[in-house]
């Protein structure tokens, strides 16, 4: 690992600072559900059922999953920022796809656009690994952790009063300044982290049947997929 200097905010040539590691990867959250209060809305607007716009929950998920797979040996290849703000500008951009969307079908579609919000939720932490040394990583993800949690509990009533007060076109607006906030904390606060860069995108891809047939790697999955799954199956 290669040393950093302490964080000083908005100084990109030392350490991302906290805040900044905790909205990166709260944005994700936040995309999940600040939403869902509109669905009777939304419903109305695009002549549908709630069930069927449902599916912009799943989608996003699934979504999300694949490009949590990939995004890993990407940003090893072409480095944590670069991936980091290209990743943001494609979910500002498909916030404001949401609100446009014709029907169903596009706003499906502009959701796993938007899906590569997921990209801040693992580079918030590959971020952490590259700064801090490995005695003191954990502790510092726990934080970012911490305060990421906190998003899927308070996005719903946010999303509730502006779909009382304003309507459901809102929320996306509100995503879409997040998006934009979250891109100027990183362009100021955030230089780039990956100073080993891998040569190849498949390097990564050659450990993963290592990986695969650890046990303690799928323990720790499957207690982490099942906590977050019941998580949000509540929400």
């Not at 579609?109 to 590569?116: E, M, N, P």
């Not at 009382?164 to 997040?178: D, H, Q």
């Not at 990986?211 to 998580?231: D, E, M, N, Q």
Request: with cysteine.
């Amino acid at each position: 690992m290669t040393m950093f200097e302490p964080a000083r905010f908005l100084d990109k040539k030392s350490q991302p600072h906290t805040f900044t590691l905790v909205v990166l990867a709260s944005i994700s959250a936040m995309a999940m559900n600040i939403f869902l209060p509109s669905l009777p809305s939304m419903a109305d607007h695009f002549n549908t059922s709630t069930a069927t716009l449902g599916l912009t929950v799943g989608i996003y998920l699934a979504a999300s999953g694949v490009i949590g797979i990939f995004v890993g040996p990407i940003s090893d290849l072409y480095g944590r920022r670069p991936v980091i703000l290209t990743s943001l500008a494609v979910f500002i951009v498909s916030s404001i796809w949401c609100i446009y969307a014709p029907t169903v079908f596009w706003l499906l579609t502009a959701r796993v656009f938007q899906a590569c919000g997921a990209v801040t939720i693992v580079l918030s932490r590959a971020v952490i690994r590259d700064t801090t040394e490995a005695n003191l990583a954990g502790s510092k993800i726990g934080y970012v952790t911490m305060g990421m949690a906190l998003v899927p509990m308070v996005a719903p009533g946010i999303g509730g009063f502006i779909d009382a007060y304003l309507s459901w076109e809102y929320n996306f607006w509100a995503l879409t300044l997040a998006g934009l906030i979250t891109f100027v904390l990183v362009y100021f606060d955030l230089g780039e982290t990956a100073l080993d860069r891998s040569s190849s995108i498949f390097e990564q891809f050659n450990d993963y049947p290592t990986l695969l047939k650890s046990r303690r790697f799928w323990a720790y999955s499957v207690a982490s997929g099942l906590g977050a799954g019941a998580f949000f199956a509540y929400l």
